[in-house]
């Protein structure tokens, strides 16, 4: 093989290998990704959270289709609810965020917000 032999080959599969790459882009812009397997499917996912004060913070997670309600606070993590059968807005229903705070809070005297568990944990 001469010189410019392997320069050819070399540049061909520089070529090839760049023309893979960019229509794995095009895929991926596309939004082909989750087809065939390119992407893999998430089983995890953060669906809202509130903030109650600096260190205190509600989240609904879903996981494998069932939503989960949690409270988040500087010492760990504290289940509320399991199994949240999903939200039905309706125009003339109080926002979710109020809805959370009369279900699940009780203010005291002070006007602070105290947190309560729900249900058989």
């Known amino acids: 093989m001469t010189l410019?032999?392997?320069a050819r080959l070399l540049f061909s599969l520089i070529a090839v290998i760049g023309m893979i790459?960019?229509?794995a882009l095009a895929a991926k812009r596309m939004g082909l990704a989750g087809v065939n397997g390119f992407q893999r499917a998430r089983r995890?996912?953060?669906v809202e959270t509130l903030a109650f004060d600096q260190r205190r913070r509600a989240a609904i997670l879903k996981c494998d289709g069932r939503e989960h309600l949690?409270?988040?606070d500087g010492a760990g993590v504290t289940v509320i609810d399991r199994d949240i059968p999903p939200a039905i807005v309706?125009?003339?229903s109080p926002s979710?965020?109020?809805a959370f705070i009369d279900r699940f809070a009780a203010h005291g005297p002070?006007?602070?917000v105290r947190l309560r568990a729900v249900g058989g944990l």
């Open 44 to 46: 995890l996912q953060l």
């Open 70 to 72: 949690i409270v988040l």
């Open 96 to 98: 979710p965020a109020g």
């Open 4 to 6: 410019l032999e392997i």
């Open 90 to 92: 309706a125009a003339s």
């Open 110 to 112: 002070d006007g602070a």
């Open 21 to 23: 790459g960019l229509a």
